[in-house]
C-alpha cells in the first residue's frame, strides 16, 4: 500500500486505466404503495475512466441517490450501476466518498483518520501512516497531522476528508456537495486543490452540485438533472482547456456555456410555476428560447 501510493504516478501510467462507470436504466423509487415517491427516473449513462464528470440539477431532484446507488449505498430500484464491468452491490475500497459534512471521526488525530482507510484493508500501522503523511503533506496540512477535527477549519476538515477518501487509491471518487457549506473564498481553493489532486490521481469523479459556475470551472462533461424525480436533461462536454486558472469564468467560452446550462435550468424550474398564476420576466437571451416563460 505505502509503495503503492508514493509511486501512484507511476502506477497509474503503467496500469490500464480504471474507474468507468456504466448505468444501465438505473432508476430508483422510495417507499411503497401510496407512499411510493419516485427519486430518479431511469438514466442510462456512460463515463470514461478517469474523467471528471458533475451532476448539476436543484436540491432534491435525485443528485444524491444517483451517487449513493454508484457508492453502494443504496439499490436502484431497477437497472444496475457497474464500475468497470462489475455490479455494484455494497460499498468498497475502489469508491472513495466525500460528503458535505465532513464525516470525519472526531476522536481520531487527522493522521489517523487519513491512516484509518489503509489500516481497515490490509495496511501494516507504519505503511498507514507512510500513506497518511504523504496525503496531508499533498493537501498542505503536515502541520496539523497531531490535531483532532475540531480544532480544523471547515476547509481543512474537507481537505482532510479528501485526502482520506484518497488514501485507498480509489478508482472512483463520488463527491457530494464536498464544498457546500465552505465559504465562497474557500470553495474556489478547495476547487483549484481538487483539480491539482485529481490531475495527480485521475480517479474517476463523479461530483454532486447546484452551482453552475462550480460544475462548468471543474468537469470535463456536466450533466444536468431535471427537478423531481431527476432525469438527464442535458449531457454537456466541457472542452475549456486545463489547467484552468480561477479566472476562467470571466472567459467568453465559459460565459457561453453557463448561458446555455442556465437557460436550461431555468426553464425546467419555471415548469414548477405552471398553473400558478405567477408571470417571470423574459431573459433576453437570444441564444435560446428555452429561458421564455410559457405564454
Ligand atoms: P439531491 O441530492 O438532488 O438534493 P436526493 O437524492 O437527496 O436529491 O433526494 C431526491 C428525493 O428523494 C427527495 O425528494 C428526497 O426527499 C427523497 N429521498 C432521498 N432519500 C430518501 C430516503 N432515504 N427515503 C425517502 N425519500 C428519500
Known amino acids: 500500500m505505502a509503495i503503492g501510493i508514493l509511486n501512484h504516478r507511476t502506477r497509474r501510467s503503467s496500469a490500464p486505466h480504471r474507474g468507468r462507470i456504466e448505468l444501465d436504466n438505473v432508476s430508483m423509487t422510495y417507499g411503497t404503495g401510496a407512499a411510493a415517491s419516485t427519486a430518479l427516473a431511469p438514466a442510462s449513462l456512460d463515463i470514461d475512466a478517469g474523467s471528471f464528470v458533475c451532476l448539476l440539477?436543484?436540491?432534491?431532484?435525485?443528485?444524491?441517490?444517483?451517487?449513493?446507488?454508484?457508492?453502494?449505498?443504496?439499490?436502484?430500484?431497477?437497472?444496475?450501476?457497474?464500475?468497470?464491468?462489475?455490479?455494484?452491490?455494497?460499498?468498497?475500497?475502489?469508491?472513495?466518498?466525500?460528503?458535505?459534512?465532513?464525516?470525519?471521526?472526531?476522536?481520531?488525530?487527522?493522521?489517523?483518520?487519513?491512516?484509518?482507510?489503509?489500516?481497515?484493508?490490509?495496511?501494516?500501522?507504519?505503511?498507514?501512516?507512510?500513506?497518511?503523511?504523504?496525503?496531508?503533506?499533498?493537501?498542505?496540512?503536515?502541520?496539523?497531522?497531531?490535531?483532532?477535527?475540531?480544532?480544523?477549519?471547515?476547509?481543512?476538515?474537507?481537505?482532510?476528508?479528501?485526502?482520506?477518501?484518497?488514501?485507498?487509491?480509489?478508482?472512483?471518487?463520488?463527491?457530494?456537495?464536498?464544498?457546500?457549506?465552505?465559504?465562497?473564498?474557500?470553495?474556489l481553493i478547495m476547487q483549484e486543490h481538487l483539480l491539482a489532486l485529481w490531475a495527480e490521481f485521475r480517479p474517476t469523479i463523479l461530483f454532486v452540485t447546484h452551482d453552475t459556475d462550480e460544475a462548468i470551472f471543474l468537469a470535463d462533461r456536466v450533466l444536468l438533472l431535471s427537478a423531481s424525480p431527476g432525469q438527464v436533461l442535458a449531457d454537456i462536454a466541457i472542452d475549456l482547456p486545463r489547467p484552468r486558472p480561477a479566472d476562467i469564468v470571466t472567459d467568453p467560452a465559459f460565459i457561453a456555456i453557463k448561458r446555455r446550462c442556465l437557460a436550461t435550468i431555468r426553464a425546467e424550474s419555471l415548469k414548477t410555476f405552471d398553473g400558478t398564476g405567477f408571470r417571470m420576466a423574459r431573459i433576453p437571451d437570444s441564444a435560446s428560447s428555452a429561458g421564455e416563460h410559457p405564454s
Open 57 to 187: 440539477g436543484p436540491s432534491g431532484c435525485g443528485k444524491s441517490t444517483l451517487l449513493n446507488c454508484v457508492a453502494g449505498y443504496i439499490w436502484p430500484t431497477t437497472g444496475r450501476a457497474r464500475v468497470d464491468g462489475a455490479a455494484i452491490d455494497a460499498p468498497g475500497p475502489d469508491r472513495g466518498m466525500v460528503f458535505q459534512q465532513y464525516s470525519l471521526f472526531p476522536w481520531k488525530t487527522v493522521r489517523e483518520n487519513v491512516a484509518f482507510g489503509p489500516r481497515m484493508t490490509g495496511a501494516s500501522r507504519r505503511e498507514a501512516r507512510e500513506v497518511a503523511d504523504r496525503l496531508l503533506e499533498m493537501v498542505g496540512l503536515s502541520r496539523v497531522a497531531r490535531k483532532y477535527p475540531a480544532e480544523l477549519s471547515g476547509g481543512m476538515q474537507q481537505r482532510v476528508g479528501i485526502a482520506r477518501a484518497l488514501a485507498n487509491q480509489p478508482d472512483v471518487l463520488l463527491m457530494d456537495e464536498p464544498f457546500g457549506a465552505l465559504d465562497s473564498q474557500t470553495r
